[in-house]
């Protein structure tokens, strides 16, 4: 068992507290919290930061999701930042649409969950538009850039 190895922390007044996540969207990983797409960007690389959770099992990270509503805040606090994006809009998809996870002209952060609540037959997607970058809030003696960052998750992913 690889075991769940948070790669940043995450956080909106809406949820019900902060969320870890870790690189993977694998049924292992998403049965300890919220993983990062595979191929999507980190926060600061300037294109699409893709994070998957659940709603009604395993700590229903994303629970709340639907309440989210146009300029709403969530902050993901990276090593070398704290990254704040604001939710623009929500969209109901088939779960084969992997094309929400494309990058785009400018960085924003794409949530995906089951949708109706317990059911699988659709995804919740919720796109929010990155706002600002703010210093870490996270350990200073850990900082590192996003290109550090996305290796050294590549390489823990693959252990």
């Given at each position: 068992?690889?075991?769940?190895?948070?790669?940043?922390?995450?956080?909106?007044?809406?949820?019900?507290?902060?969320?870890?996540?870790?690189?993977?969207?694998?049924?292992?990983?998403?049965?300890?919290?919220?993983?990062?797409?595979?191929?999507?960007?980190?926060?600061?690389?300037?294109?699409?930061?893709?994070?998957?959770?659940?709603?009604?099992?395993?700590?229903?990270?994303?629970?709340?999701?639907?309440?989210?509503?146009?300029?709403?805040?969530?902050v993901v606090s990276?090593?070398?930042?704290?990254?704040?994006?604001?939710v623009g809009r929500?969209?109901?998809?088939?779960?084969?649409?992997?094309?929400?996870l494309d990058s785009?002209?400018?960085?924003?952060?794409?949530?995906?969950?089951?949708?109706?609540?317990?059911?699988?037959?659709?995804?919740?997607?919720?796109?929010?538009?990155?706002?600002?970058?703010?210093?870490?809030?996270?350990?200073?003696?850990?900082?590192?850039?996003?290109?550090?960052?996305?290796?050294?998750?590549?390489?823990?992913?693959?252990?």
């Open positions: 068992m690889r075991g769940f190895h948070p790669v940043a922390d995450g956080s909106c007044r809406r949820f019900r507290g902060p969320f870890a996540f870790a690189e993977g969207t694998d049924a292992e990983t998403l049965r300890s919290g919220p993983g990062h797409y595979p191929g999507t960007d980190l926060p600061g690389q300037g294109g699409t930061v893709g994070i998957a959770g659940h709603r009604t099992t395993y700590q229903a990270p994303f629970r709340k999701n639907e309440q989210l509503r146009r300029g709403d805040e969530i990276m090593p070398y930042g704290d990254f704040v994006y604001l929500q969209a109901v998809v088939s779960p084969t649409d992997a094309h929400v785009g002209r400018r960085e924003r952060l794409v949530l995906t969950a089951c949708h109706p609540l317990y059911s699988d037959a659709q995804r919740l997607i919720v796109f929010a538009g990155l706002d600002r970058i703010e210093e870490s809030s996270l350990d200073s003696r850990n900082r590192t850039s996003p290109t550090t960052a996305a290796s050294e998750m590549a390489m823990t992913a693959s252990q």
